[in-house]
């Protein structure tokens, strides 16, 4: 819809608005495609008309009257005509009213009327009429005609000139709706984007990694490819996983989450590929796998890393072929399955190691998706602790709570080694521990968050001795934390550290910390 209040304040608008009152003596009225006028406020006493006959007749409630019914009666008219333009004669025959259609992509969204010129003398039979029709009104026909000998008679060429400047007010009006138009698109559109970059099916962030990975999920709509999610524990992984599947073509169909790393082998053959009955002391019937139960939808694998070798190729037969085997069966079952695959390892390393298959690693890797902890995200702490604490006083029916400057301060600092997981269980900790209160003190955080902010990364740092020992011990400390953050991912953490993976290699096996006892593949079956 047209915005009519803001043309008033259109320059060009106003000016030939301006320019027809000088030269034609015409008063300008906007129409809508309601038949309404638009720039007509009968409270406005101050309102001062070009046009002598307007401002005769709007001088009285009569004469106001019939000039608005002379619109409304040209309305009527106007509607019924495809033209872009026409004239017509007002009721009293003396006066005639110029019309321009306003078309916004075909549509008629109003109409532009000049009222009122003449093109001709007035003679004594039309003059006797006009009296008798303005006496039934109680309108002075004196005082009418004085006004009508004011008006210049327009010659055909000043008519036509008249008409190209009506016209051209009807197009500015189109220009302005339309700028605007395209105006609020942009804005609208810019906010739909920010919408989805702020929250993307329950992610919340606006930092660049996470526009990155909202960039890739938007790409990955359309297709079947295989991913693997790789993040650290916490950082939202089956969420991204969840985002893949509902903004899929299989998003009708099932979505099946297994955590690889909660069963032992024999019990995740069961799980994922099911079993026949008597197969094995307890299998009392039939049952069916995951990756049945997940036909024509997506199964996410989670913590894929932690897969024994002969899973492995099992797995890797049943991404490549669609087929299956239940643990003590014989028959091969055909599934169409999605697979989604999430570990917080590093499975490159881990194949250069010999712990992951190769042909597996680059099956289940089409699509490499990876989720930045939240201490590389820390512009997003702010969004995420108001999402929180808007959700747990939901949930809880309390009153919405906040944040003191010097709790958010130590929430922010602190490196949140548990990601959003650990953020969003101490957000609703300080919910709950703060009772009726308004406003969350920095008294009632989790100690190690409060320590870390008092003592910072020194903490337990040894400030007597030699140097040398204390700098190998902090050297110590912070490679072994970093290992456990990243899950022994060591190119990640070189990179954090500032040095390069060889390097770290050698101070991992320095201070003998390597302790993971994951069992070597023997044999890389086809």
């Not at 129409?31 to 046009?51: E, F, L, M, S």
């Not at 069961?270 to 008597?278: A, D, P, Q, T």
């Not at 456990?484 to 050698?506: F, P, Q, V």
Request: hydrophobic residues 35%; positive net charge; aromatic residues 8%.
């Amino acid at each position: 819809m047209i915005n009519w209040e803001e043309l008033k304040h259109i320059h060009v608008i106003r000016k030939l608005e301006e320019i027809l009152g000088q030269w034609f003596s015409t008063d300008v009225f906007f129409v809508d495609d309601k038949g309404q006028i638009k720039n007509y406020d009968p409270a406005d006493k101050t309102r001062i008309y070009r046009n002598p006959i307007c401002s005769y007749l709007f001088g009285s409630e009569p004469g106001k009257e019939l000039v608005l019914k002379t619109i409304a009666n040209s309305y009527e008219k106007a509607v019924k005509s495809d033209k872009t333009h026409f004239f017509l004669e007002g009721p009293l025959g003396i006066e005639n009213i110029l019309v321009s259609r306003i078309i916004v992509e075909n549509d008629c969204l109003g109409h532009v009327f000049a009222y009122c010129f003449v093109d001709k003398e007035v003679s004594q039979e039309l003059k006797q009429k006009a009296k008798a029709h303005l006496e039934n009104l109680n309108i002075s026909a004196d005082g009418f005609f004085q006004n009508v000998h004011k008006l210049k008679i327009l010659t055909p060429a000043e008519k036509k000139y008249l008409l190209e400047l009506v016209d051209l007010v009807a197009q500015e009006i189109v220009t302005f709706h339309t700028e605007i138009s395209k105006r609020e698109e942009k804005i609208n559109a810019l906010n739909t984007q920010l919408g989805i970059r702020y929250s993307y099916h329950s992610m919340i962030g606006k930092a660049k990694p996470m526009q990155d990975l909202y960039t890739m999920l938007d790409k990955l709509k359309n297709s079947e490819s295989t991913v693997l999610i790789q993040g650290e524990n916490g950082t939202g992984k089956e969420l991204i996983a969840k985002a893949i599947h509902f903004n899929s073509s299989r998003k009708d169909n099932q979505f099946v989450t297994v955590n690889c790393s909660a069963f032992n082998e024999n019990l995740l053959d069961s799980e994922l590929f099911g079993h026949v009955k008597g197969s094995f002391t307890g299998a009392i019937r039939d049952k069916k796998g995951l990756f049945e139960v997940a036909d024509k939808g997506t199964l996410l694998l989670d913590e894929i890393g932690d897969m024994s070798p002969s899973m492995q190729v099992k797995l890797l037969r049943v991404i490549q072929e669609g087929t299956l085997t239940p643990v003590g069966g014989i028959d091969q079952k055909r599934v169409d399955v999605r697979v989604v695959a999430a570990t917080n390892r590093d499975l490159k390393e881990m194949v250069e190691q010999g712990y992951f298959r190769e042909d597996l690693y680059y099956r289940v890797n089409v699509i490499n998706l990876f989720v930045p902890p939240l201490r590389n995200r820390k512009e997003d702490i702010p969004l995420l602790v108001e999402h929180f604490i808007k959700k747990g006083c939901h949930e809880k029916g309390l009153p919405l709570k906040n944040l003191a400057k010097r709790t958010f301060e130590r929430i922010y600092d602190y490196p949140w080694p548990g990601n959003i997981r650990e953020l969003e269980n101490e957000i609703e900790r300080l919910i709950v521990l703060s009772g009726a209160e308004e406003k969350i003190n920095a008294e009632q955080l989790s100690s190690r968050i409060r320590e870390f902010g008092e003592h910072g990364k020194m903490q337990g740092v040894r400030v007597a001795g030699k140097l040398k020992d204390a700098l190998e011990e902090l050297e110590k400390t912070m490679i072994r934390e970093g290992l456990r953050r990243t899950g022994y991912n060591k190119s990640r953490l070189a990179k954090e550290l500032g040095i390069s993976r060889a390097g770290l290699i050698m101070k991992v096996e320095k201070y003998g910390l390597d302790k993971r006892r994951l069992p070597k593949l023997t044999k890389m079956a086809a």
